[in-house]
């Protein structure tokens, strides 16, 4: 199984980014998919997650509002809509694969429940 992230870059704050990731080695069509970002302060911090089904979306409490989760399955891609940004969101942006097919449950801010990952994309906003 392999994740390409992309979509990354230079923004100035207050602006937008669409980050996609592009799984192949397997369909997401029943799969729970994660974005997490990694800075030099946090090694590894929950963004976004989507149930298999795409019922039931999770934020991480900062980018609620600004950030959207989505998934593709036609084209087994998840993506986030990342809007508003702030300079504190600058990070490299990671996707996951997750196994987890609960509708309601904490455990998708747990990195530990995801087991395939992206290289990464990075992100950055200026002030």
């Known amino acids: 199984v392999q994740l390409v992230e992309s979509g990354g870059g230079l923004v100035q704050a207050g602006g937008s980014l669409r980050l996609s990731c592009v799984v192949s080695?397997?369909?997401?069509?029943?799969?729970?998919m994660g974005w997490f970002r990694r800075t030099p302060a946090k090694e590894r911090e929950f963004v976004a997650a989507?149930?298999?089904?795409?019922?039931?979306?999770y934020y991480e409490d900062s980018v609620k509002g600004r950030f959207t989760i989505s998934r593709d399955n036609a084209k087994n891609t998840v993506y986030l809509q990342l809007s508003s940004l702030k300079p504190e969101d600058t990070a490299e942006y990671y996707c996951?694969?997750?196994?987890?097919?609960?509708?309601?449950?904490?455990?998708?801010?747990?990195?530990?429940?995801?087991?395939?990952w992206g290289q990464g994309t990075q992100v950055t906003v200026s002030s």
């Open positions: 989507i149930t298999w089904n795409g019922g039931r979306l």
């Open positions: 996951a694969t997750s196994g987890l097919i609960i509708s309601d449950s904490p455990l998708y801010y747990d990195a530990y429940y995801y087991t395939n």
């Open positions: 080695g397997r369909s997401i069509s029943d799969t729970s």
